[in-house]
């Protein structure tokens, strides 16, 4: 029994006492009437407990050529990993023995088998069903190398012909028409600015820069109004900008357009005026609400 072993790691021979429990199940104290027996009966079992070793140490020594013959077989076995010592005291062996002790299959609860979640990194283009095939001419790879070769050959072969082109006069005579101020020049015809406003003109309209970019400077200092300082300085700066477009810019636009026909040169200003009336109208209608409530 000791040299075959018993193929349970939880179970040690060797730790076996022979002993009963009491009505405690072993934690009830011992009277003091049995104390003496308790020392004998621990006397006891010590020399059973060394005879009892000793006749295994015996039965061991003599079957040691057993143990000889069988030694080969179990390293063989061994190799192949089917042998029993390693089978049965190997740590997973031992794992296996506590959860059959410790769990009960038909307590166990249903395994619910987890689901693999689907990451997708553009969602959007599973918003929508497949798209059919329209019914349409598709231009292939080959086709575009087909096309490039054929570029290629009429570029390589192409010879100039000098005698179909125009004659000098026509060339000449289409340039001159094309050119600013030709025949067919003249209905779209752009001169640029500053070859057609005088410098009187010209020095008048910096100064009307120079004076609407001023009080539009003082009109956006304003926001936000959080002062009433700033809400009077605000409603000044508005009454000002509309008598410098009545007084100043419209007077000078007037002019430009009588003289020079359709060329508009203030447009620019009246544009950063109007978004500057816009912005007061916005400020004022949100002024009310507030007041109101």
């Given at each position: 029994m000791?040299?075959?072993?018993?193929?349970?790691?939880?179970?040690?021979l060797?730790?076996?006492?022979?002993?009963?429990?009491?009505?405690?199940?072993?934690?009830?104290?011992?009277?003091?009437?049995?104390?003496?027996?308790?020392?004998?009966?621990?006397?006891?079992?010590?020399?059973?407990?060394?005879?009892?070793?000793?006749?295994?140490?015996?039965?061991?020594?003599?079957?040691?050529?057993?143990?000889?013959?069988?030694?080969?077989?179990?390293?063989?076995?061994?190799?192949?990993?089917?042998?029993?010592?390693?089978?049965?005291?190997?740590?997973?062996?031992?794992?296996?023995?506590?959860?059959?002790?410790?769990?009960?299959?038909?307590?166990?609860?249903?395994?619910?088998?987890?689901?693999?979640?689907?990451?997708?990194?553009?969602?959007?283009?599973?918003?929508?069903?497949?798209?059919?095939?329209?019914?349409?001419?598709?231009?292939?790879?080959?086709?575009?190398?087909?096309?490039?070769?054929?570029?290629?050959?009429?570029?390589?072969?192409?010879?100039?012909?000098?005698?179909?082109?125009?004659?000098?006069?026509?060339a000449?005579?289409?340039?001159?028409?094309?050119?600013?101020?030709?025949?067919?020049?003249?209905?779209?015809?752009?001169?640029?600015?500053?070859?057609?406003?005088?410098?009187?003109?010209?020095?008048?309209?910096?100064?009307l820069?120079?004076?609407?970019?001023?009080?539009?400077?003082?009109?956006?200092?304003?926001?936000?109004?959080?002062?009433?300082?700033?809400e009077?300085?605000?409603?000044?700066?508005?009454?000002?900008?509309?008598?410098?477009?009545?007084?100043?810019?419209?007077?000078?636009?007037?002019?430009?357009?009588?003289?020079?026909?359709?060329?508009?040169l203030?447009?620019?200003?009246?544009e950063?005026?109007?978004?500057?009336?816009?912005?007061f109208?916005?400020?004022?209608?949100?002024?009310?609400?507030?007041?109101?409530?």
């Open positions: 000791v040299v075959q072993g018993v193929k349970n790691p939880l179970v040690n060797l730790c076996l006492e022979d002993k009963s429990l009491d009505e405690g199940y072993g934690v009830a104290t011992a009277s003091s009437a049995s104390l003496g027996n308790k020392v004998k009966e621990n006397n006891n079992s010590a020399i059973i407990k060394r005879f009892n070793h000793h006749s295994a140490m015996v039965l061991a020594a003599g079957l040691r050529k057993q143990e000889a013959v069988s030694d080969q077989t179990s390293e063989t076995s061994s190799m192949d990993g089917n042998s029993r010592d390693s089978d049965y005291f190997q740590p997973p062996v031992k794992k296996v023995k506590l959860q059959e002790a410790i769990e009960y299959e038909d307590l166990q609860g249903r395994t619910v088998q987890k689901m693999v979640t689907l990451n997708l990194k553009r969602s959007d283009r599973y918003f929508h069903g497949p798209v059919p095939l329209q019914s349409q001419n598709y231009t292939t790879s080959q086709d575009i190398i087909n096309s490039v070769s054929y570029i290629q050959h009429e570029m390589a072969s192409y010879k100039p012909c000098l005698t179909q082109v125009i004659s000098s006069n026509s000449s005579s289409a340039i001159v028409d094309l050119s600013p101020g030709g025949v067919l020049m003249q209905a779209g015809a752009q001169q640029a600015i500053n070859h057609m406003v005088p410098n009187n003109e010209e020095a008048e309209l910096k100064h820069y120079m004076a609407a970019g001023e009080l539009l400077r003082h009109f956006w200092s304003c926001f936000p109004v959080n002062t009433p300082f700033l009077e300085k605000l409603v000044k700066m508005r009454s000002n900008l509309e008598k410098f477009q009545l007084t100043k810019l419209r007077p000078f636009q007037d002019k430009v357009q009588r003289q020079y026909l359709s060329i508009n203030t447009g620019h200003m009246e950063m005026l109007q978004t500057a009336y816009n912005k109208h916005a400020w004022q209608t949100h002024h009310h609400m507030l007041r109101k409530t």
